[in-house]
């Protein structure tokens, strides 16, 4: 999710932990019908930027390092592609609009678990699956590294990691990015943050906007 200060004083618990029906398992939507729904959910320009690249790195994390066939990348990157689309329209229903949503259209239960577990803290869904935790591990850090991009006038290209670091550590910098969240959805994921950050640099400029 991306913070936005009055998002504490919401309370977006879901109170239940199970999501989905087991029998959909590998039914996903296709691409096209994913995107008609992020687009039409999702009007903000800036929010639908934060989606892709998430979606970009799942499915990038999933094809390089779980080697992960077609498929099962897809199922990573919808994960991050839909994560946050309630937000922009329905912030006072975030993620529970979107799990209903994909309840309603029968899709894979592991995906509507992803999203739902993808701010513990908020939610209430502790990421179980690696796909949970490094759609939770994305968020935050690939918000703030793009903040990052946005004020070096090279954007994205000769990015180092000491740069990223400096950012994490300057509260003021990107404030709306929780750190703690970072350093615990890293912990979680059992991945290092330099790791974590390594990656998204890398990859991250490669998001189709
Ligand atoms: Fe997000």
Redesign the pocket.
Known sequence: ??NFPFYYFMSLQLGRTSFGDPANAGHLPSREEAMDLFHDWVKNDR?KL??LQ?AWLMGSWARNNEGLDESGVWKWELAGLL??AD?DQWPDQHCRKIIEELERRGVDPEVIRAIAS??PRHFGVDPETKMDKMLYAF??L??LIHAYSLMRPEGYSGMELKGVKKRLKEKSFAANVNREEIADAAERAGISVDDLVSFIVLHQPSAKN
């Open positions: 999710m991306n929010l934060h989606m998430v994560h946050d937000w993808h701010g968020d935050e690939s918000g």
